[in-house]
């Protein structure tokens, strides 16, 4: 039941907030609401929540910082919704982790196809976490495996490290075709299928979050080579983990 479904609004503005408050109560989802990162903090701290809402700009931490320290630890879906125009913000926000991007004025309906594409992503992961056999079907490569039900990356000391939906699609296009050296229009037409368009830029930017979570020095990749006019070439063998 989508009653079942905690959103989190995080928003300054009381406007924007019951805006969203009132569309997705409408919609049958359960919303709470803040008008800080601190609040929204508070808020989590005493239960997770499928999806969040978030401000870029606020008074006290932003929700870029936000943003960032969730991702340590937390699968939950982001989509920064923000007044700023700027292409710079929105390629900082989805280096930070957020998954989507949306800028006010924005359309509610919208926003609810984006976010039902996140929880849907969110839920899959969580009731992978409890099935018995969500540790199956792993893919490994250098001193990784992947487990493409959770979208999660396992190194040898079995530290997770969690991937945002844009850095598994990405990923897994680029293990897809390993050993071949794709283009990045080729990229995007294996990513296009996010609700929000991506552009050349998103997939530079997403190759250097998943770089850094693989431990893939950018300035001298092992894994994950930029072939200077081509693209990226996945380097890796793939072993299927039984």
């Keep these: 039941m989508l009653t079942e479904i905690k959103i989190l609004v995080v928003d300054d503005d009381e406007l924007t ?4 408050s009132s569309y997705f109560e409408n919609e049958g989802y359960n919303v709470l609401c803040a008008a800080t990162a601190e609040e929204a903090e508070n808020l989590l701290a005493h239960g997770a929540v499928d999806l969040i809402l978030l401000d870029i700009r606020m008074p006290g931490k932003d929700g870029l910082t936000l943003t ?19 292409e710079v913000d929105r390629l900082i ?9 949306v800028t006010k004025p924005f359309n509610p309906r919208e926003i609810l196809a984006r976010a039902k594409n996140l929880i849907r992503r969110v839920r899959l992961c969580q009731q992978a976490k409890s099935a018995d056999n969500s540790d199956n079907n792993l893919k490994a490569f250098d001193r990784w495996k992947l487990n493409p039900v959770r979208r999660q990356l396992i190194d040898e000391q079995q530290s997770i490290v969690q991937l945002t939906e844009g850095e598994f699609q990405l990923l897994k296009s680029l293990m897809d075709h390993a050993g071949h050296i794709m283009s990045r229009d080729q990229i995007l037409d294996q990513i296009r299928n996010r609700e929000w368009v991506p552009t050349d830029r998103t997939v530079d930017v997403l190759i250097g979050r998943l770089r850094r979570k693989l431990g893939d020095n950018s300035a001298e990749p092992r894994l994950i080579l930029t072939v200077h006019g081509a693209g990226y070439l996945f380097t890796p063998k793939l072993v299927d983990v039984v």
């Design 93 to 101: 926000g989805l280096e930070c982790g957020a998954d989507e991007y």
């Design 68 to 86: 960032r320290e969730l991702r340590v630890n937390n699968e939950t879906g982001i989509i920064l919704v923000t007044g700023s125009q700027d």
């Design 17 to 20: 907030r019951q805006v969203l």
